[in-house]
């Protein structure tokens, strides 16, 4: 059964910083893209975060250079550091595939950042 069960959210201040993970099971994190997602309240799910096969990764503009996307396939596990949180970053946030496997949406782990 494939399972993806986010944790490490929370509510911090502007400009501190939460360590978000995502443990993957029934299939694994190799081999294939995988990001990181999240849905503000009112808006639609958008990716924030990608990592390739190679290891190359990619951000949205609104993150660049405060989150890092990383992937532990020895644990099988999706990490994203966030540094420098801001009030905009509050929303849910989501592990999946790139692109996103719609049957395997976890239920994502809140983060709120208070100004």
């Known amino acids: 059964q494939v399972q993806l069960v986010e944790s490490g959210g929370g509510l911090v201040q502007a400009g501190e910083s939460l360590r978000l993970s995502c443990v993957a099971s029934g299939l694994t994190v190799r081999y294939t893209p995988w990001g990181w997602y999240r849905q503000a309240p009112g808006k639609e799910r958008e990716s924030i975060a990608t990592i390739y096969n190679g290891g190359g990764k990619e951000y949205a503009d609104s993150v660049k250079g405060r989150f890092t996307i990383r992937r532990d396939s020895a644990k099988n596990i999706l990490t994203l550091e966030m540094n420098d949180l801001k009030p905009d970053d509050t929303a849910v946030y989501y592990c999946?595939?790139?692109?996103?496997?719609?049957?395997?949406w976890g239920q994502g782990t809140q983060v709120t950042v208070s100004s």
């Open positions: 999946n595939r790139f692109p996103p496997w719609p049957q395997y």
